[in-house]
């Protein structure tokens, strides 16, 4: 299993402005996903960060707005860009357990950050 | 496109009875279904992982079945505890794929 950690674990932001979340893994992973949680919402995948390339966005998300490091295999970071009340929600950076031979692999969570643009 | 369909209203039921939720996916083939418990403030935490070619896996209290033919999946816990009160998931996934997550149903287990 993996532990994660994620800094800040809250934050009130005022519009306009933007807000880096890191993300800490305790084990070395390839891949690192960060998702937003509306509030009664599922998980919607922001995209998927390997280290040493770019990161993978899905529809509705870029890279302009959402900007992503991932500097070595323990470690990533999203920044939120020019916020707006829109962007309000839970943040949380996952990873796989890539133990599992067969596939289906099950996804660890950080605690997630939840942001409040006013 | 695809969908996941959880019930969106809360589960209360009475502590020491059998919980079931449903997962119901159309537009979709998953290779296997996952279930997660998430509690306020916290990510989710994986629970149990069934394949296509399983008809039912159980865990300790925990049974989760995968109809196929359905496009369903319920997850069954018995002997309920208030501890057990929580969101869970569910997520079909095809290997390759990301996971999708279904937004989830609150359980309410009362003593």
């Known amino acids: 299993s993996a532990v994660i950690s994620q800094k800040p674990s809250r934050d009130i932001c005022q519009r306009g402005t933007s807000l880096t979340i890191q993300c800490q893994v305790d084990?070395?992973?390839?891949?690192m996903f960060w998702y937003r949680q509306q509030p009664g919402q599922s998980l919607t995948l922001i995209a998927t960060?390997?280290?040493?390339?770019?990161?993978?966005?899905e529809s509705g998300f870029v890279i302009d707005k959402f900007p992503i490091s991932r500097p070595n295999l323990t470690f990533s970071t999203l920044t939120v860009s020019n916020m707006s009340p829109e962007d309000s929600s839970i943040y949380l950076c996952?990873?796989?357990?890539?133990?599992?031979?067969?596939?289906?692999?099950?996804?660890?969570f950080g605690p997630g950050t939840r942001l409040t643009v006013t | 496109s695809q969908k996941i369909e959880q019930n969106s209203e809360a589960l209360n039921i009475q502590e020491g009875k059998t919980a079931t939720l449903t997962c119901n996916y159309t537009n979709y083939s998953p290779a296997y279904l996952q279930w997660y418990r998430q509690d306020p403030g916290r990510g989710p935490v994986f629970l149990l992982l069934?394949?296509?070619?399983?008809k039912e896996k159980r865990k300790e209290r925990l049974k989760v079945t995968f109809d196929t033919t359905l496009k369903q999946s319920l997850f069954h816990i018995t002997a309920s505890q208030p501890a057990d009160s929580a969101t869970y998931l569910c997520a079909p996934g095809e290997y390759g794929n990301k996971l999708v997550f279904g937004a989830g149903t609150i359980l309410r287990v009362k003593s």
């Open positions: 996952s990873v796989e357990d890539r133990q599992t031979v067969s596939g289906g692999y099950e996804q660890y």
């Open positions: 069934i394949r296509e070619n399983e």
């Open positions: 960060a390997n280290q040493g390339s770019e990161a993978t966005y």
């Open positions: 084990s070395q992973v390839t891949m």
